[in-house]
């Protein structure tokens, strides 16, 4: 069965004004914010994700999609998650818990950053979207 839920942490999330986060707002229901436990990267204007026991939580939004088989395709691209890309991919696309605020637990896609972080900025606060308006504004 496709699993209909993604993880949004990044600018995929709603307010940013792009037309891969407008695709999702419009092609899915948001469920609830939400978290994951790893650690935040600014890699060149974008956020990128890992998975770690010992970090904080990365705050995010979780979304249900309403037609997976055509939205993941789509966000794949703009993640450059796929064959058709650099090997390793930059992000790779993996199903994974994330809590939402009431602590129930979803299994939710999610794109995490795949590549060497030692040259970027942590983000130690684990919210992209702070992150990106005080250092960028609108």
């Known amino acids: 069965m496709q ?17 891969f986060s407008r695709n999702i707002t419009e092609n899915s229901l948001f469920i609830s914010s939400g978290w994951i436990t790893g650690r935040l990267f ?27 088989a055509h939205t993941l395709p789509l966000l794949d691209k703009y993640e450059e998650y796929g064959s058709e890309f650099r090997e390793p991919n930059e992000y790779i696309r993996r199903e994974i818990p994330v809590t939402t605020d009431d602590g129930e637990i979803i299994p939710c896609w999610t794109y995490l950053y ?25």
């Open 42 to 68: 600014e890699i060149d204007r974008f956020p990128g994700a890992l998975i770690t026991e010992e970090g904080y939580k990365i705050k995010g939004e979780i979304y249900n999609l309403h037609n997976p």
């Open 114 to 138: 795949n590549w060497a972080t030692e040259e970027y900025e942590e983000i130690a606060g684990g919210d992209y979207r702070i992150f990106y308006l005080s250092r960028y504004g609108t």
């Open 3 to 19: 699993q209909n839920y993604i993880f949004t942490y990044g600018t995929l999330r709603r307010g940013f004004n792009n037309p």
